[in-house]
């Protein structure tokens, strides 16, 4: 990778492993996750319930409880800082000051005792030493930057007073208070009707322009992804198994889990005909499957018996694209094929 390219890399994720120890045993939740994030773009983390996105993104600003988690290998670089060994106090300088996350439900993050505009505020008087009254205002202006309705009057009141999308919006917002270099979006969008939806994914857009941020989105929505993307990740059981662009991930996808999961989407042409959903189900990650764990509910299972014995390797199959198969290039060609 040319330095060019690398002095635009905020985040960068090598070799991430993390488990949980249950009463029934390990549960390996993440396991070989690499990634980077660069200044400007929409990374987006796809995958099924289950595949590991959410606790990839809660280690990044270590909010993972320990016990019962475990980093049990890997990096997370901030710059040239590896996050893993920082002590409390610089996490708590990186949460929100430069880092920030927006949480899936606004309802259970906000805190039902306090009005907006004081949790809003909290974060600048923490991060920035603002004054109380400074803080109110600039809650203010942020409310007012992500299109909440009368700021001033909206800063005094309380999350169950607003509704599910000005909810949103003002997590959004204090997320945003400090002007974070990297904000990460889990799950935005949940639970939100699709206007709403529209709304709040235009606003993190424009957001992300204003402050000049980057934004890893976490989602199983391949029509957000498609929307506001750049480059994207899809996960499975754990590990990431395909890389790229949005348009080579979509278009020419090569891991037959990312296939499944574009024939389990309506075509909004209505040209793709008879939707074909994955069979069986995701594994059990305390007894995953030997070699790639996507075998048992694979389509393409004829191609090889490899796929059963050997975990596949992250391999490029053209530049800047990555899958993990064994065989990547006949899965392409017959997907090719197919929609032809």
Known sequence: MSGDINKDVLLSIEDLAISFDTEDG????????SFEVRAGEVFAVVGESGSGKSVTAMSILGLLPAPPAR???GRIMWGTENLL???????????????????????????????IGRQIGEMVRLHRGMSQQAAKQHAIEMLGLVG?????QRVDMYPHEFSGGMRQRAMIAMAIACRPRLLIADEPTTALDVTVQAQVLEVLIGIKDEIDSAIM???HDLGVVAGIADRVMVMYAGRPVETGTVDQVFDRSSHPYTIGLMDS???????????????GQPPSMLRLPAGCSF????????????CQSVVPSLDQV???????????????????????
């Open 26 to 33: 390990e549960v390996r939740a993440v396991n070989g996750v």
């Open 71 to 73: 980093i049990r290998g």
């Open 85 to 115: 060994d920082a002590t409390d106090h610089r996490m708590r300088e990186v949460r929100g000051g430069e880092i920030a996350m927006i949480f899936q439900d606004p309802l259970t993050a906000l805190n039902p005792v306090h009005t």
């Open 148 to 152: 909440i309705p009368q700021p001033a």
């Open 217 to 219: 989105l976490i989602t």
């Open 265 to 279: 989407v309506p075509a909004v042409d209505g040209e793709q005909g008879e939707l074909r959903p994955i069979g």
């Open 295 to 306: 075998h048992p509910r694979c389509r393409f299972m004829h191609l090889a018996s490899d």
């Open 318 to 340: 053209e530049p800047g694209h990555f899958a993990a198969c064994h065989y990547s290039t006949e899965v392409s060609l017959t997907r090719t094929a197919e929609r032809a």
